[in-house]
Nanobody
Framework: QVQLVESGGGLVQPGGSLRLSCAASGLSFSGYAMGWYRQAPGKQRELVAVMSTGGIPTYADSVKGRFTISRDNAKNTVYLQMNSLKPEDTAVYYC?????????WGQGTQVTVSS
């Protein structure tokens, strides 16, 4: 049974930082592209960042230069370091693992950026 469990969300002031973690189990982690998506109220889920099995990152334009995705294959964990947070970053953040047609999602973690 595949599980992706996110942690690290919370309330932060504008300009602050958070680090999200996603611990994976039940899959061959190193063989999966791992990513982060987010969904704000009333909006569609959107890609934030993804890291390939080879360690190549891709970012949404809205987070380039502020967010950093990384993975630790030894710990089966993917991270999202979020700096210079803005109110528009407020959303539920979801971890995603993908290998060809197989795709798995975490339950999501809320990130709220507000003063």
């Amino acid at each position: 049974q595949v599980q992706l469990v996110e942690s690290g969300g919370g309330l932060v002031q504008p300009g602050g930082s958070l680090r999200l973690s996603c611990a994976a189990s039940g899959l061959s982690f190193s063989g999966y592209a791992m990513g982060w998506y987010r969904q704000a109220p009333g909006k569609q889920r959107e890609l934030v960042a993804v890291m390939s099995t080879g360690g190549i990152p891709t970012y949404a334009d809205s987070v380039k230069g502020r967010f950093t995705i990384s993975r630790d294959n030894a710990k089966n964990t993917v991270y999202l370091q979020m700096n210079s947070l803005k109110p528009e970053d407020t959303a539920v953040y979801y971890c995603n693992g993908r290998l060809f047609r197989a795709e798995f999602w975490g339950q999501g973690t809320q990130v709220t950026v507000s003063s």
